[in-house]
């Protein structure tokens, strides 16, 4: 494959980024101050670069944009979740940051702009900013009843806040997250931070899946830290993709949003639909690849994923990016309709 030298920065890049070893920018010390943001995001009418073609599997692509912005801690975004489906969103950076925004749509109901740009610095129980990168490295977010639950890499831990946009304190409570923690591999721990369907038989409880955290047979841990059925589970590794990612589906599947990244094959990003019912303590879930995109299509470091539904009924899955504040990289907004057979 024949690389444009743009695309072979960023796979350059992404492997470094992948590693651990990109910068973070400064955080400055002081109280946790609220900063509005202008984003700025072109539209993206293409998934697949340089085609016309919206289908993709199972899933139909509706549109997407490349987010820019002046302010230097406009990036890292590594997770995020609606608050009003389609509309307004809560997220977090893994550089220590909670951002808060609306997406804008066309009269066609794809993404348009990005408006309402927040952020604000995660504290500590003094109400002081923490800047310390180990502390704060927030990769996975679920929202509930007016919590919101976050899954810290490094120093791993399962945190819940007061979900008071933006005016967001230090944590009430941390969860016993069941993973032994000598089995969470330092930069490797909880990327998926999820809540089962409410109807089914984890009856909304917290469900954590670790991004490459791996038991003896190579498989990833993950836990159901909530509801009846308490316990650890693993997911099935497949090929060299790492989870960055996942929701609940309304049947109660769990979609995972995958990542990979190799010097022969560059980087590459995945759906893969987990069957509900092997989301269970002590066994391996599995299940199909729904989506494969390479950097031929419009993907970067795609870290978040949520599912909601659309005014008309359609099942929607958004994606994003974490630019890892690299020049070479981008900050995505991905939206897909997901077709039910």
């Not at 599997?57 to 549109?63: A, D």
Request: net charge negative; proline share 4%.
């Amino acid at each position: 494959m024949i690389f444009s030298r743009a695309a072979f920065r960023r796979t350059v890049l992404a492997a470094s980024a992948l590693a651990g070893v990109a910068f973070s920018p400064a955080i400055a010390a002081g109280p946790a101050a609220v900063e509005p943001v202008e984003v700025s995001a072109r539209p993206i009418s293409q998934f697949k670069i340089g085609h016309e073609e919206k289908q993709f599997g199972p899933l139909e692509f509706v549109g997407g944009l490349e987010m820019t912005s002046k302010s230097r801690n406009f990036g890292a975004l590594s997770a995020f979740r609606f608050l009003k489906a389609g509309s307004d969103f809560i997220g977090v950076a893994d550089t220590g940051y909670w951002f808060f925004g609306t997406m804008a749509r066309d009269a066609d109901r794809r993404p348009a702009a990005v408006q309402n740009f927040r952020m604000q610095q995660m504290v500590d129980q003094s109400g002081q900013p923490i800047d310390e990168k180990w502390e704060v490295d927030a990769e996975g977010l679920a929202v509930k009843d007016g919590v919101a639950t976050v899954g810290f890499e490094r120093n791993h831990r399962v945190a819940q806040f007061r979900l008071d946009p933006p005016n967001m304190k230090a944590p009430f409570k941390q969860l016993d997250f069941l993973v032994p923690a000598r089995e969470l591999r330092q930069n490797r721990g909880f990327e998926t931070v999820t809540h089962a369907n409410a109807n089914g038989q984890h009856e909304g409880g917290l469900v954590v899946v670790s991004e490459k955290s791996l038991d003896k047979s190579g498989n990833i841990y993950a836990a159901i830290i909530e509801g009846p059925h308490k316990g650890v589970f693993t997911v099935k590794r497949n090929g060299d993709f790492d989870i960055t990612d996942g929701a609940f589906l309304p049947d109660g599947d769990l979609l995972l949003l995958e990542r990979s990244f190799t010097m022969a094959g560059g980087l590459k990003t995945r759906l893969r639909r987990i069957h509900g019912e092997s989301v269970e303590k002590g066994a391996v879930a599995d299940g199909p690849v729904l989506l494969d995109a390479d950097m031929g299509y419009q993907i970067d470091n795609m870290e978040g994923l949520d599912v909601w539904t659309r005014d008309d009924g359609a099942l929607m899955v958004s994606l994003i990016s974490d630019d890892n504040h690299s020049i070479l990289q981008r900050n995505l907004y991905l939206e897909f309709i997901l077709h039910q057979d």
